[in-house]
C-alpha cells in the first residue's frame, strides 16, 4: 500500500468536473484508491463521484490518498501528478 | 451486464435539465429518460408518455421512476406502473440520485437498486457550512 499526501490547488476546489476527472483516472487502474479528508475523518472512494464530491474539498485543502493494488505505484503517481496539475484548471 | 434503467418524470422541465445536469457530470446515459408533465397535461396522455419511456430504457433487468415530489402527479401517474422486480418509484429526485443510477457498475437487483438511490437521495442533503467552514462546525 502506498499513502501520500495531495494538494487541491485549483480555484474552484474539488468540484463536481474535478470530481468526475478524478473518478475517470483511478478507473484506469486496477487498484483501489482512497482519498481521505482528515479533519472530518471523511474517507472518498476514488472511484465514485459521488463519494469523491462528498469530501468537499475546496481550495488549499490537503487530503490523503492511499492506493493498494497491483498496479499501486503508476496509479498514485497518476492520481498525485492530477492533483498537482489543479485538473486541468491552472 | 443489464443495466437497470431510468426515468425522471417531474413538473415542467425539471426532469429534462436534471437528466442533461448529470450527463454533463458523468457522460451520457441512455439508459435514463426523463418526461416534464405540463400543469395542463392530461393525464392519459402523461401516462403513455411514461410508459414509452420505461421501454425505451428497459434492458429487462427493470426500470425505477424518480420523481420530483410525493404526492404530485409525476408521482401518482409513475406509481401506477408499480410492479415488483419491472418497476420501482423513489420519490423527492436529486442530482445525486440520478449520478447514483446513471454510474451503475455492477449488476443488481431492481428493489436494491432502488434502496441504494433512496438512500443516497438522503444522505447528499446537508448544511452546507456544517462541512465548508470548520471554523463555525459544531461537530
Request: negative net charge.
Given at each position: 500500500m502506498i499513502k501520500g499526501r495531495v494538494k487541491v490547488v485549483n480555484r474552484l476546489g474539488l468540484h463536481a468536473r474535478a470530481a468526475a476527472l478524478v473518478v475517470k483516472r483511478a478507473a484506469e487502474f486496477e487498484s483501489s484508491i482512497t482519498l481521505i479528508r482528515e479533519d472530518k475523518s471523511v474517507y472518498a472512494d476514488a472511484k465514485s463521484i459521488l463519494s469523491v464530491l462528498s469530501l468537499a474539498a475546496s481550495n488549499g485543502m490537503e487530503l490523503v490518498i492511499q492506493v493498494?493494488?497491483?498496479?499501486?505505484?503508476?496509479?498514485?503517481?497518476?492520481?498525485?501528478?492530477?492533483?498537482?496539475?489543479?485538473?486541468?484548471?491552472? | 451486464m443489464k443495466k437497470i434503467g431510468g426515468v425522471?418524470?417531474?413538473?415542467g422541465q425539471f426532469a429534462n435539465e436534471l437528466v442533461s445536469a448529470a450527463e454533463q457530470v458523468v457522460g451520457e446515459i441512455p439508459h435514463v429518460a426523463a418526461v416534464s408533465i405540463g400543469w395542463h397535461d392530461n393525464v392519459d396522455v402523461a401516462k403513455g408518455e411514461i410508459e414509452r419511456a420505461i421501454k425505451s430504457v428497459s434492458s429487462g433487468n427493470g426500470v425505477l421512476l424518480l420523481t420530483d415530489m410525493f404526492g404530485g402527479t409525476p408521482t401518482n401517474i409513475s406509481a401506477m406502473f408499480i410492479k415488483e422486480g419491472e418497476v420501482e418509484v423513489v420519490?423527492?429526485?436529486?442530482?445525486?440520485?440520478?449520478i447514483k443510477l446513471a454510474s451503475q457498475n455492477k449488476e443488481m437487483a431492481l428493489l436494491e437498486?432502488?434502496?441504494?438511490?433512496e438512500r443516497q437521495g438522503k444522505e447528499s442533503?446537508?448544511?452546507?457550512?456544517d462541512l465548508l467552514d470548520p471554523h463555525k462546525s459544531k461537530a
Open positions: 493498494e493494488g497491483a498496479d499501486e505505484e503508476s496509479a498514485f503517481a497518476s492520481m498525485t501528478k492530477l492533483f498537482d496539475e489543479g485538473f486541468g484548471e491552472l | 425522471v418524470v417531474s413538473h420519490t423527492g429526485v436529486n442530482l445525486p440520485m440520478v437498486m432502488a434502496e441504494l438511490v442533503i446537508y448544511k452546507a457550512a
